[in-house]
C-alpha cells in the first residue's frame, strides 16, 4: 500500500490542524493506521493509532486531550485532528499501516510492527 500524508503546515501557538493519510493501492480497511512523528535530533515516537475497523484508538500521553485519530475506510483515507498545538509538536509526521491485518492495538506504539509508511508532512509549531 502507497500513504500519502498531507496537511502539516506552520502554525501558531494554540492552533489547529488537520492531516491526512490517503491511501492506495490496497484498502486499509483491515489494518490498524498509526501516526508517529519525528522532530530533529530526535528518534521517531508514536503519537496515535485507530483500529482497522474504527472502534478503538491509542494515544501517547503527550497529545491526548488534543490530537483526535480517526479513518474513513469508504475513502481509504486517516485523519488527524490536532488541536491546542505547541511548539514541542514541531516534527515531520508519518503515517503507517499496520502489517498484519485485524490486530488489537497492544502493540500499536510500536514501529517495528508497521509495514508501509507515509512521506511524511511537516507541522511547524511557533511560539
Known amino acids: 500500500v502507497q500513504l500519502q500524508a498531507s496537511g502539516g503546515g506552520p502554525v501558531q501557538t494554540g492552533g489547529s490542524l488537520r492531516l491526512a493519510c490517503a491511501a492506495s493501492?490496497?484498502?486499509?480497511?483491515?489494518?490498524?493506521m498509526g501516526w508517529f512523528r519525528q522532530a530533529p535530533g530526535k528518534e521517531r515516537e508514536f503519537v496515535a493509532a485507530?483500529?482497522?475497523?474504527?472502534?478503538?484508538?491509542k494515544y501517547a500521553d503527550s497529545v491526548k486531550g488534543r490530537f483526535t485519530i480517526s479513518r474513513d475506510n469508504a475513502k481509504n483515507t486517516m485523519f488527524l485532528q490536532m488541536n491546542n498545538l505547541k511548539p514541542a509538536d514541531t516534527a515531520v509526521y508519518y503515517c503507517?499501516?499496520?502489517?498484519?491485518?485485524?490486530?488489537?492495538?497492544?502493540?500499536?506504539?510500536?514501529?517495528?510492527?508497521?509495514?508501509?509508511w507515509g512521506q511524511g508532512t511537516q507541522v511547524t509549531v511557533s511560539s
Open positions: 503507517a499501516a499496520y502489517a498484519v491485518p485485524r490486530t488489537s492495538l497492544i502493540w500499536s506504539d510500536g514501529a517495528s510492527g508497521y509495514g508501509s
Open positions: 493501492g490496497r484498502t486499509i480497511s483491515d489494518v490498524t
Open positions: 485507530i483500529r482497522y475497523n474504527g472502534d478503538s484508538t
